[in-house]
């Protein structure tokens, strides 16, 4: 018999991300699929061999949407968790931590590296690293910030 039954919603699509509260009243907690997300956000198909490269950049309308879910589900009360390849992407980790995910979901044979990775930064740190993020204007730009902060 099972006791409790928790309910989470995985947003992947641009639809869910920008109508969360929508969605949200009809969860415990919000999943963020980052590779589904990027891939349609960005109108590029991952498995394309001709297009691939456009859905891996780092974009900024990525990352502040990204920031914007983890704010919107903070102010609706709900645990957000992040999960897919760029989730353990070591220069996007101290971002996600900053933007407020709660947990992120990495595959076995990465969570030592994320953690070793994580244990090197300070909350507040990260915080300030994600308010530089999402003011960048350029891919390029904002990829220059996370390689900064990396060192």
């Known amino acids: 018999v099972v006791d409790e039954v928790r309910i989470g919603v995985v947003i992947e699509v641009p639809a869910v991300a920008f109508h969360l509260a929508g969605v949200a009243v009809e969860a415990d907690f919000l999943i963020v699929a980052v590779d589904g997300l990027q891939q349609y956000l960005l109108c590029a198909d991952r498995d394309n061999l001709e297009v691939a490269d456009y859905s891996r950049i780092y974009h900024p309308s990525l990352f502040r949407l990204l920031a914007q879910v983890a704010k919107d589900a903070?102010?609706?009360?709900?645990?957000?968790?992040l999960y897919g390849e760029a989730a353990s992407d070591p220069l996007r980790l101290p971002f996600y931590v900053g933007a407020g995910y709660d947990r992120i979901c990495v595959s076995a044979v990465r969570s030592s590296q994320v953690r070793q990775l994580l244990s090197h930064w300070r909350s507040v740190d990260a915080e300030a690293l994600t308010r530089r993020v999402v003011k960048a204007s350029t891919s390029l730009g904002l990829q220059k910030i996370l390689l900064e902060a990396e060192h």
Do not use: Q, T
Request: glycine share 12%; hydrophobic share 50%.
């Open 74 to 81: 903070r102010l609706l009360g709900k645990e957000i968790l």
